[in-house]
Structures are given as C-alpha cells and as structure tokens.
C-alpha cells in the first residue's frame, strides 16, 4: 500500500494562479480532510469529506474548494492563489471507525 | 472556538530518560484525543489515542493521561531516543465529529 499520497511536493505560484494539489489514497478510506500548516499554528482543517459525492467546510475554507468523485482521490483547488496561502498542505485519510488519520508528505505551496 | 494549547513550546531530554509532553484543552465536551509525532519534512503520524472515558492508555514506551477535571494531556516516552526527536502535537475530537483540533506542537530534541 502506497497509503496517501500528495503530489506536487513542492509549489511556486504567482498571486492570482490557481492550481489542483491532488491526493490520493489506495485504502478504500471513507474520510478525508485537507489541512494546512502554518509555523505556531498548528494543523487546521480546511476541508473534509466523509464519502464519496460528499464534502464540507472545516475551520479555514476560504479561498479553497474540494470536490470528491471517488473515494480514492481528493483534490484541493485554489482558485486564485495569495500570498496568505503560502503554507504547508497535508492531506489525510481514516476509515469510518478508526479516529487516527493517515497523512501525505504533504505539499509545501509558496505564492509569491 | 476550539482552542488546544501545549505549554512548552520546546522540550530537551537525555537519551534514556523519560519525556513528557503536556497539552491542555479548552472544550470540556471533547470525548476523543490523539498524539501525533511529526518529523522534519513529513506528516504527522499516529502515535496513541484515548477516549474520554479513560484515564490512561499505554501503548509501546508511549503512555497517554488524561485529566478532564482540568482538561489537561499528557504524552510520556519511556526511555526517550534519538529516534523520538520530532514535533509533538495533540489532537482533540468533539462527540465523535469529523473535526480535529490540533496544538500548535511540542518540539521534542533528544540529547545523545
């Protein structure tokens, strides 16, 4: 099992691009959830998803969108990167049952 | 809102001793708590859970007390290693919602 995985690693983007970062799970997880991590912050939860055609906002939605059409992938679309984006993107996935999420490597995303 | 906080921020030990690592949560309807363990340069990983109808849990040199009379957690390592070196965080789940809050970190350094 690859268990999540995040691509791209690594991100520049300019102020007003937009950009997919894409996750991906190969372990038939109904929940998954998109956190970013800023340094003294902590993780915070930016959107979830609980199953398949199924998502909803978390503490910091804005300027961020998900959708969920299978249950392997979840992509995070920023629609028109800032600079207050600039942050570490981790994605995370748990079964239904299971409390103790499994997350990427994540994707450090810079704008610039 | 939901706050958890850590009350150190950084946390130096000697290789062989035991480390403790405290968190402190504000939302006394809080039933669910993880300790997760981050690395440099990767996601955090599931280290120890307990419910709130516990008070303590132990797993492998990791226990897990709980105190809800004064919302406070802690993690100890037994032993610590050079290997336990990371960043700490706890989490807190309310009535088994699909929202995790998590602490700002513990930065843990082991001394060899």
């Known amino acids: 099992n690859a268990g999540v995985t995040q691509t791209p690693k690594f991100q520049v983007l300019k102020t007003g691009q937009s950009m997919t970062l894409q996750c991906a799970q190969d372990?038939?997880?109904?929940?998954m959830s998109w956190y970013r991590q800023d340094p003294g912050m902590g993780l915070r939860l930016i959107h979830y998803?609980?199953?398949?055609?199924?998502?909803d906002q978390g503490e910091v939605p804005n300027g961020y969108n998900v959708s969920r059409s299978t249950t392997e992938d979840f992509p995070l679309r920023l629609l028109s990167a800032a600079p207050s984006q600039t942050s570490v993107y981790f994605c995370?996935?748990?079964?239904?049952?299971?409390?103790?999420?499994?997350f990427g490597s994540g994707t450090r995303l810079t704008v610039v | 809102g939901e706050s958890v906080g850590l009350h150190l921020p950084t946390l130096s030990v000697q290789e062989g001793d035991n480390s403790i690592i405290n968190c402190a949560y504000s939302?006394?309807?809080?039933?669910?708590f993880i300790w997760y363990k981050q690395e440099s340069g990767k996601g955090p990983q599931f280290i120890i859970d307990?419910?709130?109808?516990?008070d303590k849990r132990q797993g492998q040199r990791v226990t897990v007390l709980l105190n809800k009379t004064v919302k406070h957690l802690s993690l100890q390592i037994a032993a610590t290693q050079p290997g336990d070196s990371a960043v700490y965080f706890c989490?807190?789940?309310?009535?088994?919602?699909?929202?995790?809050?998590f602490g700002t970190g513990t930065s843990l350094t082991v001394i060899p």
């Open positions: 307990i419910r709130s109808n516990m």
């Open positions: 995370a996935s748990r079964t239904d049952t299971n409390y103790g999420y499994t």
């Open positions: 998803s609980v199953g398949a055609g199924i998502t």
């Open positions: 372990m038939n997880h109904e929940y």
């Open positions: 939302n006394s309807a809080s039933d669910y």
């Open positions: 989490a807190e789940n309310m009535k088994s919602g699909n929202q995790f809050y």
